[in-house]
C-alpha cells in the first residue's frame, strides 16, 4: 500500500532514519532556475520539497509547484505564510497554528477563513504546531507575524509549548529559527523538546553546513528543513543530504 507523507515521516521516525526537507521560496525561486534545483534535489535523495514563504509576492507559486510534479515523484508540501499560498497541485500542506505566538490570526482567526478552500483542495492535512524560535535578529516570519519569538535559550518555554502541541492533537512540530536567522535553534533546546514529545520534530532556520544538518538530527531533529543555503550555493544540496542521511539514530521507543 503507498504511504501518504505523513505517514512516510512517521515510518523514518519508527526506523531512526533522518529525513531531509530543501525549502524553495517562489520569490527566490525563479521557474528558469527550478528545473535546476529539483535536478540537484533527485541526486541528493531529498525527501522532501517544501514550497512557500512567510511573504511571497511572486504570482508563480502554482506554476513552480506543477513544475516540480513533472520532474519527479519527491511529496511537495506547501509552507504556507499565508492561505493564499495553497495550491491543489502539491500533494500535502503543513497546516500551522503558531503556537508560540499570541496572534489569534496565525493560532486560528485565518484557518477559519480558508477552511472551505483547503477542505476542498484534496490536499493531505498535516496539522503542525509551529515555533518559531528567536535566531537572534528580526526575521521576515518574526516581523510578518506580528508574535514574540521563544527566547532561544529558553530551553522549558519551548518543552512546555511542544508538549501543548502535542496534546491538542497536532501532528507535527515545527521550530523554526526563521529564513536566513543569524543563529541556528541549539541542539540543547533540540534535544530538550524531542525528548519530551512523541510526534516528528522538524528543525530549521539558518542551517548553512552539513556539520549543522547533522548535530541537529544527533539531537533528536527528525526532519531538517534548509532554504537560504541552497538558494546561495546548489552544492550544499548534496552535502547536506548526505550529512543528513548518515545520521541515523536508532529510535529507542519504536
Ligand atoms: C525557514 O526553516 C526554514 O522557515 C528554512 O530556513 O532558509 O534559513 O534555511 P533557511
Known sequence: ????????ILHAKAKGKKLFAVLLDPDKTPVNKAESLISSCVDAKVDLIFVGGSLVVSTHLEELVQNIKKETDIPVVLFPGSPNQITPFADALLYLSLISGRNPELLIGQHVIS??????SGLEIMS????LIDGGAPTTVSYISNANP?????????????????????????????SGAKLPITESMISAVSSHIDIPLIVGGGIKNPEKAYLNCQAGANMVVVGNAIEKDQNLI?????????????????
Open 150 to 178: 521563544i527566547p532561544n535559550d529558553k530551553n522549558e518555554i519551548a518543552v512546555c509549548t511542544a508538549l501543548a502541541g502535542e496534546m491538542l492533537g497536532m501532528k507535527l512540530i515545527y521550530m523554526d529559527a526563521g
Open 115 to 120: 477552511a472551505p478552500s483547503v477542505k476542498k
Open 1 to 8: 500500500m503507498q504511504m501518504n507523507t505523513y505517514q512516510h
Open 128 to 131: 503542525t504546531g509551529y515555533m
Open 238 to 254: 548534496t552535502e547536506i543530504g548526505a550529512a543528513i542521511h548518515a545520521s541515523h539514530v536508532p529510535n529507542m521507543h519504536a
